[in-house]
């Protein structure tokens, strides 16, 4: 709880006139956009965690270096994910691939 106000109401998004409002480390940010705003304030809340994980395990105050150590941590767990999708992906297409040629021999 920082100022009385715990984690999650920090990370809160309010739609106002059109306008998205999220807090995101102590900083609020006014975005515009067809989102639905309860996956803005995921995001939201997602980006705060990391930053104050980051924060915490780093002990640095700097938002700046904390921003950048969030987003490089949010990048490599996207391409872990990316890589680990594409593996399913090839492996599924061989697999489709066998069945294929084994549905093949059967019809003919």
Do not use: W
Request: contains cysteine; aromatic residues 4%.
């Amino acid at each position: 709880m920082l100022n009385g106000v715990d984690a999650r109401e920090r990370s809160r998004v309010a739609r106002i006139e059109g306008d998205i409002r999220v807090t995101i480390y102590d900083q609020e940010y006014r975005m515009r956009g067809k989102l639905d705003p309860d996956y803005i304030r995921q995001l939201g809340e997602f980006v705060d965690g990391k930053m104050r994980s980051i924060a915490a395990r780093t002990q640095t105050v700097d938002s700046l270096r904390v921003a950048v150590l969030a987003a490089l941590n949010i990048a490599d767990e996207f391409h872990q994910l990316k890589a680990q999708h594409e593996e399913s992906a090839r492996e599924m297409e061989e697999r489709v691939e066998a069945c294929n040629g084994l549905l093949d021999q059967v019809l003919k």
